[in-house]
């Protein structure tokens, strides 16, 4: 008797082998994990998986685009919520650092992942910085235009912004810090002086 066999045209697939890739990444680390691997879970050749995705790099790329998807909307939905622009700001910082610290503390895999990515520079994760920017951006240009803030340049801000709270979020730096901060302290003061520079 033959094997039942997936319905390999069928338009969620790219979406079964995504889910199928993170099970396995999360479980046995991204590096360790092979199409191959994928396969089989998925009772399909590598060749079919290569039909959806042209290469593994291509199945990370797209994981780690639908993990950042995941952190993007945490900000967004801060960036959109009520109080004045010095507090949204604020916890934007504070909330990219403790999803940082979260991923680092609770799921090691993950956190590999992310770590590559960004030292290879991803396209998924210059995208997500980006996006970013432009959300920080339009919370600094509301906060100019309440009179909360000064800027000549709300996106120019943005990045500053963003480098300047870098040992927070990037997962490298976030866990050397998170070794000598391990009450998550640190972040709030660098968000407050990040505040202080933003201050009419």
């Not at 994928?38 to 639908?66: D, H, T, W």
């Not at 967004?76 to 940082?100: F, Q, V």
Request: charge should be negative.
């Amino acid at each position: 008797m033959n094997a039942p066999t997936l319905d390999e045209s069928r338009p969620d697939m790219r979406s079964r082998i995504l889910a199928t890739a993170e099970q396995l990444f999360r479980h046995y680390g991204y590096t360790k994990t092979t199409v191959a691997d994928i396969a089989r879970e998925l009772g399909m050749s590598p060749a079919n998986v290569y039909r959806f995705f042209p290469s593994k790099l291509a199945i990370n790329e797209a994981l780690c685009a639908q993990i950042l998807a995941e952190r993007e909307a945490t900000i967004l939905a801060i960036s959109r919520s009520e109080g004045s622009a010095r507090d949204r700001l604020k916890e934007i910082l504070l909330a990219n650092n403790r999803m940082t610290r979260a991923t680092l503390m609770d799921e090691k895999k993950v956190h590999e992942m992310v770590v590559v990515a960004m030292e290879e520079n991803w396209g998924a994760i210059q995208e997500y910085k980006d996006r970013q920017s432009r959300i920080i951006a339009k919370v600094i240009g509301e906060g100019i235009a309440a009179g909360e803030m000064v800027a000549s340049d709300p996106l120019a801000a943005a990045e500053c912004v963003q480098r300047a709270y870098v040992a927070m979020f990037h997962p490298l730096l976030a866990a050397h810090c998170a070794e000598e901060d391990e009450d998550g302290s640190g972040a709030e003061v660098m968000a407050d002086f990040i505040l202080r520079a933003l201050r009419p």
